[in-house]
């Protein structure tokens, strides 16, 4: 059976870094796209990166580029969103998301992020 799992979330403080992993199971992420999301309290999911899944291309949400990375780990099955200087509105609840298709697309239940001194 598919799963994903999200890890790597917590209580930061502003500035500070977290880095979030995402591991999947019962499938292999080779050929998938790879994407982070959060949600904030009362606001719509919005998109924060994804991979290709050569690697090759990588888009992070211009609101946070020179922040956030993304990198994928195809042999462990896991890739990662590496969030440096964090700020207070980057408290979400964050979100992993493997795409090859509509029939075909997982996601984990999420892991919080709380950025406040």
């Known amino acids: 059976q598919e799963q994903v799992v999200e890890s790597g979330g917590g209580l930061v403080q502003p500035g500070e870094s977290l880095r979030l992993s995402c591991v999947v199971s019962?499938?292999?992420?080779?050929?998938?796209?790879m994407r982070w999301y959060r949600q904030a309290p009362g606001k719509e999911r919005e998109f924060v990166a994804s991979?290709?899944?050569?690697?090759?291309?990588?888009n992070i949400a211009r609101s946070l580029e020179g922040r956030f990375t993304i990198d994928r780990d195809n042999a462990k099955n896991a890739w990662y969103l590496q969030m440096n200087n964090l700020k207070p509105e980057d408290t979400a609840v964050y979100f992993c998301?493997?795409?090859?298709?509509?029939?075909?697309?997982?996601w984990g239940q999420g892991t919080q992020v709380t950025v406040s001194s």
């Open positions: 998301n493997a795409y090859l298709n509509p029939n075909r697309d997982f």
């Open positions: 019962g499938f292999t992420i080779s050929a998938y796209v």
């Open positions: 991979n290709s899944y050569t690697g090759g291309f990588t």
